[in-house]
């Protein structure tokens, strides 16, 4: 057992206890401390951030991902924002989710409570520092954060001066824990310690989210991919469908809840198409389709079956013409990946048809796939997406984050 | 791979989209249907349940054990009244838990929905058979029932005539699958089928538990033990601590949420132990306690520290005298089990410490911890008791066996 891991995992336990009790206005005027401290401290964060970006352009990243990994000035003010802004919302734990009282008197209450530790393994992104350190606190749990190593530098940067002024606002040391170690071997000794960890949510590629599940006795909230759908109906308004396509493919198809395929019913396809595909096309979208697809637009390349299965997170699109809105809803529970999926339609029925139908986390009507996400749907911030059913699902935000106990009030009863 | 097996979890997963969007009514007439067979049947229910103790006896099982297996026309007419009781609570599938309108237009629902496929591997009692089978249906789960060797005969029996019932009220087959062979490597192919199970819920003794989630690929919800604690503090009406120690200790002390350690505050001790003493004296319970206790009640085994951390299950207690609230709650957080914790105290202020620090399942003030059981709480009727955290803790009902989506309503929105 490798002796630093495993401190590093009972100081976190250790400070789970007293996180729990922790009064929201402490929690609060700590997370304004900790946003204050983010300005104060720019210039050194800045500076620690420069040594991560400049060995990642001598390792060759690619650019995309050096920008992922790059902090300005503007990048610190939101992300202080952000913080400053998890204080202001209302604080999840203790809050009486249901209260009954029996025939015999007692009084049955479920009441919110922290989890308790929270492992988080993630890549890249700086910013995931801090918005972890915030809703942690703000739901009373403890954090371990273990980032990736082309970051280490800046995310070690951002939780040194958050943790310095939590624990000057009086949060118990051990709330936050940083494991600095970019070794594998870090990673796999605490997914071994569910004694002292409760929860795990892993956030980046596919390939870190798959390992993490297969090797983690602690229990795991992930989404794997984001392979989502719009549908097209027979009863769709086409300016809307074209508008919601375009949106869902174009406006940040790198992240996990843009479309991956356009479904369009076949009594639709005729019109719709040649439209969304010179729309599309504008946008510089390769489209791949079926024989239905290439027989009614010209120059659109033959989808393979890999295509349906495929998370392209590019300006690419597969396009399949369906008979109904059953073969769409198959074709979804076959290919998609239970994340987020749309209709556009016009009929009410069919409409309930299809959000009944889908197994996803997220199901639109006359909306785009894009809207899934914490802060637009008015969680405040996010910790993740999940796309498992259990626990959370979907967008989590502060009560994703928490537990709920029994509390029963009685004055003397014994079961007869 | 075992291919029976793999298609049990097929037929399972095919079932539970159907399952998902089976109507209340539907559910609820198959679920009388499935009451009524139990009735009709009750002859070949018990010559089945012969079989199966007639080989325990032989096999020399404990009578305590033999008598777990044992079934009477009067206890299969309790176990019908359950699964009829469960077809008149509500229906969890559909309900909105929350709904809310954004700045932009976008209405977005938090729906209830089953979770999908869900395995239960349980031991001896064939009533579980029953009520795992009427819950997960009307939840919408497909479940695949995995009981003991012992128990094959009674638990098929009781298969066989509610899924027959099951299957002409217009349940789809699947939804009830059920595992005959009682070999262990079943169990491990089955516990390998993450792509086809959703959760996994162990019944049963702590060595069953423990392998499960130790082997399990899918989500497990469990309760190891219940190591339940009553602390009697220093403002306790004695009275009351007298009915409520000999109840959570006396009732039914072979059930996990029955006392196993008393804790008493040192002012109170003087009077209370030996009045609480005598009283369980009276009842054939062996004491054993700290150096304090044994001080004040003469007679008693000295506890060894093994005593803290051992569930019982059966008339033995420990006792310790503690020097005040906060000896009691870290008493109850090194060697307790999460499960049932039990203060009497009529200082409010003390019981709201004790609920909040107590990180336990059910904590109750003033009342016996053999309250902890999902009839008791109004859920009419439960599948277990988890002491985890995540997706359900304490009894779980109906709506502990359910996820939920996020069915959002637009009409056109773009994201900007």
């Keep these: 057992m490798n002796t630093p891991i495993l401190d590093i995992a009972r100081r976190a336990r250790r400070a789970a206890a007293g996180l729990s009790v922790l009064s929201a206005s402490k929690k609060n005027g700590a997370l304004e401390a900790m946003a204050r401290a983010l300005s104060k401290n720019k210039k050194f964060i800045l500076s620690e951030n420069k040594k991560d970006v400049a060995a990642a352009r001598k390792k060759g990243l690619a650019p995309s991902l050096v920008n992922r990994l790059l902090l300005s000035e503007a990048k610190l003010v939101e992300i202080a924002g952000s913080v400053a802004l998890i204080a202001k919302l209302g604080d999840p734990v203790g809050r009486v989710l249901s209260a009954r009282k029996r025939p015999n008197g ?55 001066v958050m943790n310095g002024a939590a624990l000057k606002a009086g949060v118990p040391e051990g709330a936050f824990e940083f494991v600095a170690t970019g070794a594998r071997a870090a990673v796999k000794t605490l997914l071994r310690l569910n004694e002292w960890i409760d929860l795990v949510i892993p956030r980046g590629g596919e390939g870190l989210i798959r390992q993490v599940a297969r090797i983690s006795k602690i229990p795991v909230i992930k989404h ?64 791949r389709g079926c024989d239905r697809t290439r027989a009614i637009v010209p120059g659109v390349k033959k989808a393979s079956e890999k295509d349906w299965t495929t998370e392209y997170l590019d300006l690419v699109l597969s396009i399949r013409v369906v008979k109904n809105l059953e073969e769409a809803v198959r074709h979804i529970g076959t290919h998609g990946s239970h994340h987020s999926d749309a209709i556009v339609t016009e009929n009410k029925k069919t409409a309930e048809v299809f959000t009944r139908a889908v197994d996803s986390a997220c199901v639109f009507v006359n909306a785009s796939t894009r809207f899934s996400d914490g802060g637009e749907f008015g969680m405040g911030a996010e910790m993740g997406i999940s796309t498992d059913k259990l626990h959370a699902r979907g967008p989590m935000g502060l009560e994703e984050l928490t537990s709920y106990k029994y509390v029963v009030l009685g004055d003397g009863q014994t079961r007869g």
């Excluded at 922290?114 to 700086?126: D, F, M, N, Q, T």
């Excluded at 809703?135 to 040194?160: Q, T």
């Excluded at 375009?246 to 019109?271: D, F, G, I, S």
């Design 106 to 160: 007692l009084v049955i209450q479920k009441v919110r409570v922290p989890i308790g530790v929270i492992l988080i393994i993630y890549e890249s992104r700086p910013n995931v520092t801090a918005d972890c350190m915030a809703l942690c606190l703000k739901s009373g749990n403890s954090v371990i954060l273990k980032g990736g190593s082309e970051a280490l530098f800046s995310n070690r940067a951002i939780y040194r």
């Design 224 to 287: 794997t991919k984001g392979i989502c759908h719009v549908y097209v109906d027979k009863d769709a308004d086409l300016e809307k469908s074209e508008a919601i396509v375009v949106n869902a493919k174009v406006q940040n198809p790198a992240v996990c809840n843009a479309m991956e395929t356009l479904l369009v019913h076949e009594a639709a396809a005729k019109k719709f198409l040649p439209r969304v595909a010179a729309a599309l096309r504008e946008k510089k979208v390769e489209l």
